[in-house]
C-alpha cells in the first residue's frame, strides 16, 4: 500500500470533565497526499478542531488521545517524545488558527514573531530571518512589509493580522498546512481574498493543505477531498462534486439545506432541527440519529458502516444499505444470477429472505463496497 503523507487511523481523543469523558473525536480516518487539499466539514462541535489539535497535539491539558494513530511519512507522530513533536509544528507540519488576536502576542512586533518562528525551525541567523520575514510578508501581499515588521498586531486590520498569521506558518515551509477557519471572524470581501491566497500559495509552493470550516460553501472550490464530520465520526466522504450533487448521508443533507446558493436565492434555508449531540453521552448507533427524520430501528444500536456509494465517494448511514437491498430486489427480478447480486450490492437470497452479506475485500470477485 503506498505510504501517505498523513494518514490518521481511527483517531479516538476525549477530554477528562467535571460531568465525566467528553469523548470529541470517535474513529476519525483519513489520509492526505503531497500538494492536496482536503476539507474537513461539520457544525460547531463536531470535532474538527479537536482533530486538528490531535494531529499537532497541542490539546488542552484535560484532553488526550485514547485510541488509533497518526502517521506521517509512515511514523507514527502519537508515540513521538515532546521533542520529536515540537520538531514536526511549524517544519512538517503548521497550523493557522481561527482568530490571529489570539496566536499572535500584543506585545511584541510582527517583524519579532515572524524572525523568532524561523529562527527556532530553521538554521538561519538573525539577519536571515529578518530578510525571510519581509519576504514572507510580501509574499502574503502584505504593503510595505519592510514597514509592516516594525509594527504591533494590534495597529493591523483583522485581514492583515491573518496574512501575517499565514506567513508564520509558512515560514518553514511546512509540508501541511492545517487552517482551522482561517476566515470565519473576517467580512466576506477579505474572506473570499484569504482564501484565494491561500490557494495560490498552495499551488505556488506545493503543501498540502487541512481546510477547517463549518461553512462547507466557503471551502468547496478548493479542495480535492471533503470529509464532513458529525459527533466526532465521518458520516461522509468524497469529492466536492459528490458531497454538493450527491449527498449520502442525512446529515450532509442538512447541512446543504443549511447553506445559501446563488441557485437557492429565493427558497428558505432550513436549519438542522434539533440539538447538537450530547458528547458526555454518544448514542449507540448514528451519532446524527437523534435528529435524523428517517431514522430507522437498526440506526439506534449500530454505528452504520461505511459504504462506497459513487466513484471515491463514501458515506456512512444505514438507508445506503437500504438502497442496495432495493437494487439487489431489482436485480433479481431481472433475472441476476445471486453471486453476481451479491457482489454488486453486498445481499443475497438465502431461503426466500435478503440478508446482508458483502464479499469481504479480498474474496474471490468481491466488490469493493466496504472501506
Ligand atoms: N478542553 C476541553 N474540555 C472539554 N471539552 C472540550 C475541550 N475542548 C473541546 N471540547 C469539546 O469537544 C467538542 C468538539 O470541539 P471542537 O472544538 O473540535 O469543535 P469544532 O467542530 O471545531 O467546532 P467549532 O466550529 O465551534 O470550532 C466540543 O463539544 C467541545 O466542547
Ligand atoms: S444512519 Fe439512520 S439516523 Fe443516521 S443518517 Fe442514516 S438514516 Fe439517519
Ligand atoms: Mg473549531
Redesign the pocket.
Known sequence: MAEHLLSVKDLHTS?T?DHGE?H?VNGISFDLDPGKVLGIV??????????AYSIMQI??D??RITGGSVEYKGQDITKWNKNQMAGFRGKCCSIIF?DPMTSLNPVFTIGNQLEEAILLHTKKNRAQAKARAIEMLSLVGVNEPAKRVKQYPYELSGGMRQRVMIAMALACEPDILIA??PTTALDVTIQAQILELMQDLQKKLGMAIIM?T?DLGVIATMCDEIIV?YG?RVCERGTADAIFYEPAHEYTKGLLRSIPSVDRMKERLVPIAGNPIN?LNIPAGCAFCTRCEKAMKVCLDHVPLERKVGEDHLASCWLNDLSLQHKAEELSAAGVRREEIRRETGWILEAGEWVFDPVAPGEEGGADLAR
Not at 42 to 51: C, L, N, P
Open positions: 477530554f470533565t467528553v470529541a461539520g457544525e460547531s462541535g463536531s470535532g474538527k478542531s479537536v482533530t490539546l488542552a484535560n484532553g481561527q482551522d477557519e477547517v463549518h464530520m466526532g458528547l
